[in-house]
């Protein structure tokens, strides 16, 4: 009896939550649409530029600038000729294939009416049929293959191409100028002052020589801080002076460069951090200790460098693997943003994924004024919460947040299985992973389909703790996990 009760209870509540996150999304839908021309009135009086947004439809057009778009079957590659050299970026499509609710709902319903039509026709309208539909695709192939043969198309989005004709255009101004929707402030802009084009690094260095390295490597909408204030203080003096540690700030977010004309792709973070911290510190031999977004990075730096990396550890690993007929980019968008208004975790990872504007409106008021929002914070709780969090949180434009979350988290949903496979094939190094049991943004199941890939990594879920008290919180354990984590490495190899 109980046991029916709480299935009647779950099934209403979900039904209750679907119909709610139905209404909300399909007004989102609607005032995304708004903001986007507020925000081209605004960046035309304020800028005196129109500024344009992945709102606008895709289009063929090959651009003057060296660099194109080339997006095929859900799968996008920027072409870049680049000093005779040829490179390719990918781009997620995600960016400028989001469908609104009430278009998707739509398309169901039409596709669901033309199933039911096609089921009540008789078998020889059902044979005529298909003979016309096999005649129709037959011709549409011709078509399209002489199309192919005459030109050279390319499906292109209207505002990429923009931003690579103005990234080219200011090639010799290293220094952009903020938004007038980004935070000014001395530590949002500290980067501007140096010459150098490198990220952000905290980095504790023994005076004596270390043996090993290690990299820790933040996650979304976070920075150094979330392990210079949790982890580092809590190491012992023994892991101090053998190992040289690097904290960094990712592209775009804490103090490190935020470039108004970069598209944040796996290519520009990898280099960022080849640049900042493997080159200039001549790293060799690494540990490399990641959360949530920044698995992603960690897992795609190890094959890169399969030589130097002598143990992994991932925190929250956000990996979906992808059923088959499925078009990747857009199932990893759906399942790390549902568009469901509960829990909040995940209502805020759909704002941040799905609306343009309606984010970059929270990081108008949120971010441009985060010193305020943190002022009030200390108020509110008499100096008695420590606000280092925030710094993640806040100090970050949403350029960088907005394509960051696309090309990293959505757009390497085809590249995980390769790289796991990589890790698991071809590198000897110790494989870890921690997820909080509670934590409501990345599945407990993600950590368990690393493990069926990486048959020897080591899962242990954290009961209580969720994505980001999986660290803070538990600081001192998790440093001591560490440090066993890399002596055994160390021991074994």
């Given at each position: 009896?109980?046991?029916?009760?709480?299935?009647?209870?779950?099934?209403?509540?979900?039904?209750?939550?679907?119909?709610?996150?139905?209404?909300?999304?399909?007004?989102?839908?609607?005032?995304?649409?708004?903001?986007?021309?507020?925000?081209?009135?605004?960046?035309?009086?304020?800028?005196?530029?129109?500024?344009?947004?992945?709102?606008?439809?895709?289009?063929?057009?090959?651009?003057?600038?060296?660099?194109?778009?080339?997006?095929?079957?859900?799968?996008?590659?920027?072409?870049?000729?680049?000093?005779?050299?040829?490179?390719?970026?990918?781009?997620?499509?995600?960016?400028?294939?989001?469908?609104?609710?009430?278009?998707?709902?739509?398309?169901?319903?039409?596709?669901?009416?033309?199933?039911?039509?096609?089921?009540?026709?008789?078998?020889?309208?059902?044979?005529?049929?298909?003979?016309?539909?096999?005649?129709?695709s037959h011709h549409e192939k011709n078509?399209?293959?002489?199309?192919?043969?005459?030109?050279?198309?390319?499906?292109?989005?209207?505002?990429?191409?923009?931003?690579?004709?103005?990234?080219?255009?200011?090639?010799?101004?290293?220094?952009?100028?903020?938004?007038?929707?980004?935070?000014?402030?001395?530590?949002?802009?500290?980067?501007?002052?140096?010459?150098?084009?490198?990220?952000?690094?905290?980095?504790?260095?023994?005076?004596?020589?270390?043996?090993?390295?290690?990299?820790?490597i933040h996650g979304f909408i976070s920075?150094?801080?979330?392990?210079?204030?949790?982890?580092?203080?809590?190491?012992?003096?023994?892991?101090?002076?053998?190992?040289?540690?690097?904290?960094?700030?990712?592209l775009g977010f804490g103090r490190s460069?935020?470039?108004?004309?970069?598209?944040?792709?796996?290519?520009?973070?990898?280099?960022?951090?080849?640049?900042?911290?493997?080159?200039?510190?001549?790293?060799?031999?690494?540990?490399?200790?990641?959360?949530?977004?920044?698995?992603?990075?960690?897992?795609?730096?190890?094959?890169?460098?399969?030589?130097?990396?002598?143990?992994?550890?991932?925190?929250?690993?956000?990996?979906?693997?992808?059923?088959?007929?499925?078009?990747?980019?857009?199932?990893?968008?759906?399942?790390?943003?549902?568009?469901?208004?509960?829990?909040?975790?995940?209502?805020?990872?759909?704002?941040?994924?799905?609306?343009?504007?309606?984010?970059?409106?929270?990081?108008?008021?949120?971010?441009?004024?985060?010193?305020?929002?943190?002022?009030?914070?200390?108020?509110?709780?008499?100096?008695?919460?420590?606000?280092?969090?925030?710094?993640?949180?806040?100090?970050?434009?949403?350029?960088?947040?907005?394509?960051?979350?696309?090309?990293?988290?959505?757009?390497?949903?085809?590249?995980?299985?390769?790289?796991?496979?990589?890790?698991?094939?071809?590198?000897?190094?110790?494989?870890?992973?921690?997820?909080?049991?509670?934590?409501?943004?990345?599945?407990?199941?993600?950590?368990?389909?690393?493990?069926?890939?990486?048959?020897?990594?080591?899962?242990?879920?954290?009961?209580?703790?969720?994505?980001?008290?999986?660290?803070?919180?538990?600081?001192?354990?998790?440093?001591?996990?560490?440090?066993?984590?890399?002596?055994?490495?160390?021991?074994?190899?």
């Amino acid at each position: 009896m109980a046991k029916t009760i709480r299935s009647a209870l779950v099934f209403t509540g979900r039904v209750i939550n679907d119909t709610v996150s139905f209404v909300v999304f399909s007004l989102l839908d609607l005032l995304d649409l708004f903001l986007c021309l507020a925000y081209r009135v605004a960046d035309f009086f304020i800028e005196a530029e129109w500024k344009a947004c992945y709102c606008s439809p895709s289009k063929e057009a090959i651009t003057n600038s060296g660099k194109i778009l080339v997006s095929e079957h859900g799968e996008s590659k920027i072409v870049c000729l680049s000093s005779a050299k040829l490179r390719l970026e990918e781009i997620s499509d995600t960016l400028y294939r989001r469908p609104s609710l009430l278009t998707e709902v739509s398309k169901l319903t039409v596709n669901e009416l033309k199933r039911l039509k096609l089921d009540g026709l008789t078998n020889a309208n059902n044979s005529n049929n298909n003979i016309n539909v096999i005649n129709s695709s037959h011709h549409e192939k011709n078509v399209i293959k002489k199309g192919s043969s005459v030109r050279s198309t390319f499906m292109v989005n209207s505002t990429i191409v923009e931003m690579l004709q103005g990234k080219i255009g200011r090639q010799q101004s290293h220094i952009p100028i903020p938004r007038w929707s980004d935070c000014d402030c001395k530590f949002c802009t500290c980067w501007t002052s140096s010459s150098k084009e490198t990220l952000f690094v905290k980095a504790e260095v023994p005076r004596d020589s270390a043996r090993e390295d290690v990299l820790f490597i933040h996650g979304f909408i976070s920075s150094s801080a979330f392990w210079t204030e949790t982890v580092f203080p809590n190491l012992s003096s023994a892991a101090k002076t053998t190992y040289r540690l690097f904290a960094i700030d990712l592209l775009g977010f804490g103090r490190s460069p935020k470039p108004t004309d970069s598209l944040y792709t796996l290519r520009e973070h990898l280099d960022m951090i080849e640049r900042s911290v493997l080159e200039p510190h001549k790293v060799k031999s690494i540990h490399i200790v990641a959360h949530s977004l920044g698995c992603i990075l960690a897992l795609a730096l190890a094959v890169k460098h399969p030589g130097s990396v002598k143990s992994l550890t991932l925190l929250a690993p956000p990996y979906f693997p992808v059923p088959k007929g499925e078009q990747a980019t857009q199932y990893v968008m759906r399942r790390v943003a549902p568009r469901r208004v509960w829990p909040p975790i995940a209502f805020g990872a759909s704002l941040a994924c799905w609306y343009e504007h309606i984010s970059r409106t929270i990081c108008l008021v949120i971010c441009k004024n985060h010193r305020l929002v943190e002022f009030l914070v200390k108020l509110i709780s008499r100096n008695r919460l420590r606000t280092f969090l925030l710094e993640g949180f806040f100090c970050h434009t949403h350029n960088a947040a907005w394509h960051t979350l696309h090309n990293i988290i959505c757009g390497t949903a085809a590249k995980l299985d390769a790289y796991l496979t990589v890790v698991r094939d071809r590198l000897s190094c110790d494989v870890h992973i921690f997820h909080g049991e509670d934590d409501e943004l990345i599945p407990v199941e993600c950590s368990h389909n690393v493990k069926a890939k990486i048959p020897r990594a080591r899962v242990k879920i954290i009961e209580k703790k969720d994505h980001i008290t999986i660290v803070v919180g538990r600081q001192k354990t998790f440093a001591r996990e560490l440090e066993e984590i890399w002596r055994n490495s160390s021991t074994r190899t």
